[in-house]
């Protein structure tokens, strides 16, 4: 079965950066578009970034472009999210996120607190 799980988040200063991690497993991770969305509280669900199967990447959010970078690694079946300059409203629960024969998938989120 198709499986998301995230890591790496936490707490971070203002200006600080943190780096985070979705292994992927139940299906063929080179094949697919991998996405990173986040939820703040009282918001909705947002689109930050999403690479596709060669690594060209799509930054959806314009509040994070030249801030985020979202990249993979197929050999590890992981997609990454470098988030830098991080700011207070950066502060949500991310997902890592596939769609597979108009099917999301999602992993249980991992939240991230910039604050000082």
């Known amino acids: 079965q198709v499986q998301l799980v995230e890591s790496g988040g936490g707490l971070a200063q203002p200006g600080g950066s943190l780096r985070l991690s979705c292994a992927a497993s139940?299906?063929?991770?080179?094949?697919?578009?991998m996405s990173w969305y986040r939820q703040a509280p009282w918001k909705e669900r947002e689109l930050v970034a999403t690479?596709?199967?060669?690594?060209?990447?799509?930054n959806a959010a314009d509040s994070v472009k030249g801030r985020f970078t979202i990249s993979r690694d197929n050999a590890k079946n992981t997609v990454y999210l470098q988030m830098n300059s991080l700011k207070p409203e950066d502060t949500a629960v991310y997902y890592c996120?596939?769609?597979?024969?108009?099917?999301?998938?999602w992993g249980q989120g991992t939240q991230v607190t910039v604050s000082s």
């Open positions: 690479i596709t199967t060669t690594g060209g990447s799509i």
């Open positions: 996120n596939t769609r597979l024969s108009f099917h999301d998938y």
């Open positions: 139940g299906f063929s991770f080179s094949r697919y578009y």
